[in-house]
């Protein structure tokens, strides 16, 4: 799916030093990092709600019946 990113200067300036540096698309940064970002964000809520079961389980069993 085709889309428009729009950056500031500085955050393009850093994103096309980046891709030069590593000698990749700046796309190919974008998408990796979005990606990242997603998957990263995801991992980290699951990880939030399995502390939240556990430090609540005896009201989650109690709730539960």
Not at 20 to 40: D, P
């Amino acid at each position: 799916m085709a889309m428009t990113l729009r950056l500031s200067e500085e955050d393009d300036r850093l994103l096309t030093e980046r891709a030069e540096k590593e000698r990749r698309s700046k796309h190919e940064l974008v998408v990796e990092a979005v990606h990242s970002f997603l998957t990263e964000r995801d991992r980290r809520f699951n990880q939030a709600l399995e502390r939240g079961m556990e430090r609540h389980k005896e009201l989650l069993d109690r709730l539960a019946k």
